[in-house]
């Protein structure tokens, strides 16, 4: 079964702590594909990771991608207030569509 | 301008009444989708159409009918309506020959009553 599995779902952290979220796929996937929700609005897409050992930062996210391990993280360095959202990975098993996580529902707490 | 862009935002109606949502991109993608989005958030794909052509169907009522009438449209119908059905649903694109990243509309959020 094509599945992507995110934690944690939930994730509470003060401003300025660092943490990471874990997304972990099935079965061989060529891209895996961060996405941001914030409440009751749309996805949008934070990174896209072709290979393995990919990794790509934008502001205070990092993102990474072990194929071996089918692992991908998010880290989130010196939390700020503003990162509070719903962050989604997505696979893309080769089959033309994308399959996407639980979501990780992230409150940054002041 | 936006650039896939869904109408109505909000649909509220009554058990087995029909309803559609349109959607349109101007990213010049040559692929459409719908997303339905649970209340738990969760994100599963509904169809999928590649310049007009019907390429993802997945297991959905045959209540559900997309209908695309160029690559820069896609639309959803939906007939007799149930509350099981009450969700945002997400129209996304993308380009094939690209890195395969989806550009999300705003969503429609139905309530069925």
């Known amino acids: 079964e094509l599945k992507v599995e995110q934690n944690p779902l939930f994730l509470s952290m003060q401003e300025g702590k660092n943490y990471t979220i874990y997304c972990n796929y099935s079965t061989t996937s060529d891209r895996l594909y961060w996405y941001r929700q914030d409440p009751g609005k749309s996805l949008e897409s934070l990174f896209v990771l072709l290979s393995n050992g990919a990794v790509k930062q934008e502001g205070r996210l990092m993102a990474s991608l072990d194929t071996k391990a089918r692992l991908s993280t998010l880290h989130i360095t010196a939390a700020v207030h503003d990162l509070s959202a719903t962050y989604f990975c997505a696979a893309n098993f080769g089959n033309e569509k994308l399959t996407f996580g639980t979501g990780t529902r992230l409150t940054i707490i002041p | 301008d936006t650039a896939v862009s869904q109408t109505p935002k909000y649909l509220v109606t009554q058990m087995g009444n029909d309803k559609s949502i349109k959607c349109e991109q101007n990213?010049?993608?040559?692929?459409m989708y719908w997303y339905k989005q649970d209340s738990k958030k969760f994100l599963k794909i509904m169809f999928s159409?590649?310049?007009?052509?019907?390429?993802i169907n997945e297991t959905v009522p045959n209540r559900f009918s997309p209908k695309s009438p160029d690559k820069a449209h896609l639309n959803l119908h939906i007939n007799s309506l149930e509350l099981g059905d009450s969700a945002v649903y997400f129209c996304?694109?993308?380009?094939?020959?690209?890195?395969?990243?989806?550009?999300f509309g705003e969503g429609s959020r139905l309530t069925v009553l």
């Open positions: 159409y590649n310049n007009k052509e019907l390429i």
């Open positions: 996304a694109s993308s380009h094939t020959t690209g890195f395969g990243e989806l550009f």
């Open positions: 990213l010049g993608h040559d692929t």
